[in-house]
């Protein structure tokens, strides 16, 4: 009888510390998801690093670091999560970043904890031309009629110590153009050019016509439409009648004068031009979600566009033509998702862009790029110059608090996070900078 208690007793113990760690506090069941960090170049593993699960099914984002094996491990509920994490190693004097992502893990009943993810991280050097602001939402108009939204912009800056020269610079954006729908280069959860090493360019490509130099610190503006005073019809778009501003105007590649009016206080030397080898009047770039990069050709730009073999159609339309320009071209990017929506998709890979930020279009929001604060404040001379309680972030912000635009106006230099990562690197600010 005795034997019988004990042996019930042993049951039910058993049966507690189970339920105990396999469910959570309400009560639902919960399993274990190990996520093994696998680096490039036989790069060793770090203890430490921080590794995001973010669900789809709950809109949660789970942290957690990994072990001396790389190994990090979370405890969660069953639904549908994406997996990422970034990295930054300095090596013989370069800044390397580590990112990776992967999407769509289906964690059901049937799960087994013993399974393990790998997390294969894509390497890339920091740049020394980044994208520091990127505007493509336009603005409301004064009367509550609805949107203006030929008023894109890019910022280009000097995120380094040297002069940078920008002549072989050229804009592109993917094809698709929105993250949000059916993705067709997705083939078994995974982006069917990730292997093969490039980034499609869609429609066509901005160049610059002449040498164009940029110095530590610096920026240089691009209108991508209307580069004219949008100020005079609408307060709360941008002015770009500015001689200092440069601009993409080329009628004989893109003839939509609506898109492309003739600049007004820009000169001609400041008009960048296309190669236009798809559909369309107007270079398409999303206002809502565009995966844009820029990239610097390692052969010419003509025979590039030219050769067939470059070429690649998306979901076999010979509408939809792309260039597959390689990622080791790539200087940045910047991945932006569709607010609000659960079926956006990467299209940049991760050794181009580890992440994403999220906009929201038609309020003359911004995507600003976050402050490097340990990088600021090392310069000499620059901490007295630095304005803090930056207030401009909407949902995200930088959590440097340092107000770059302020700061730069005081005289300070700054130094942006290029993480290759945009959750990281960007944030959507609430009012354009360039109407500051």
Not at 268 to 274: D, L, P, T
Request: charged share 20%; proline share 2%; glycine share 6%.
């Amino acid at each position: 009888m005795k034997k019988n208690l004990l042996y019930l007793l042993l049951c039910m113990l058993i049966l507690a510390f189970n339920s105990c760690s396999d469910d959570s506090d309400d009560g639902q069941k919960t399993y274990t998801i190990t996520v093994q960090l696998v680096y490039p170049n036989d790069i060793s593993t770090k203890e430490g690093v921080e590794v995001n699960l973010y669900s789809s099914t709950s809109s949660s984002t789970y942290k957690s670091k990994t072990d001396a094996s790389g190994k990090a491990v979370f405890t969660v509920l069953a639904g549908v999560y994406e997996v990422s994490a970034t990295e930054d190693r300095y090596i013989s004097g370069s800044e390397y970043n580590y990112n990776g992502i992967k999407s769509n893990i289906s964690i059901t009943q049937n799960w087994d904890a013993a399974t393990v993810i790998d997390l294969e991280l894509k390497v890339s050097k920091g740049s020394q031309v980044i994208i520091k602001e990127l505007y493509v939402g336009g603005c409301q108009k004064d009367d509550g009629s609805g949107t203006f939204i030929n008023d894109k912009y890019v910022i280009l800056y000097n995120n380094s110590e040297a002069t940078a020269t920008l002549d072989k610079i050229c804009l592109g954006v993917t094809l698709p153009y929105n993250s949000n729908g059916t993705n067709r280069d997705y083939v078994n959860g995974v982006l069917s050019y990730e292997s093969e090493g490039w980034i499609p360019a869609g429609t066509g490509i901005w160049y610059f016509t002449n040498s164009v130099s940029l110095e530590p610190g610096k920026q240089i503006v691009i209108a991508l439409n209307n580069a004219v005073d949008n100020t005079a019809l609408y307060s709360k778009s941008i002015n770009f009648n500015n001689s200092e501003y440069y601009c993409t105007y080329d009628l004989t590649a893109y003839a939509n004068t609506t898109s492309y009016p003739t600049p007004v206080g820009i000169p001609a030397s400041h008009h960048m031009k296309a190669y236009h080898y798809g559909t369309g009047n107007a270079w398409v770039i999303s206002i809502s979600s565009p995966a844009f990069f820029i990239f610097s050709p390692k052969e010419d730009l003509a025979d590039f566009v030219t050769n067939a073999s470059k070429t690649s159609y998306y979901n076999n339309l010979t509408s939809q033509v792309r260039k597959k320009v390689p990622v080791e071209w790539v200087v940045d990017g910047i991945e932006v998702f569709r607010k609000d929506y659960t079926d956006n998709n990467k299209r940049l890979t991760a050794d181009v862009d580890g992440g994403y930020v999220y906009y929201t279009d038609g309020y003359g929001y911004t995507l600003y790029r976050n402050v490097d604060k340990e990088a600021t404040l090392a310069i000499e001379g620059n901490e007295s110059k630095l304005v803090y309680s930056y207030s401009l972030g909407t949902e995200t912000t930088d959590i440097s608090g340092i107000d770059a635009e302020a700061s730069i106006k005081n005289g300070a230099r700054i130094v942006y996070k290029d993480t290759n990562n945009s959750t990281n690197d960007f944030h959507q600010r609430s009012k354009a900078s360039l109407r500051n």
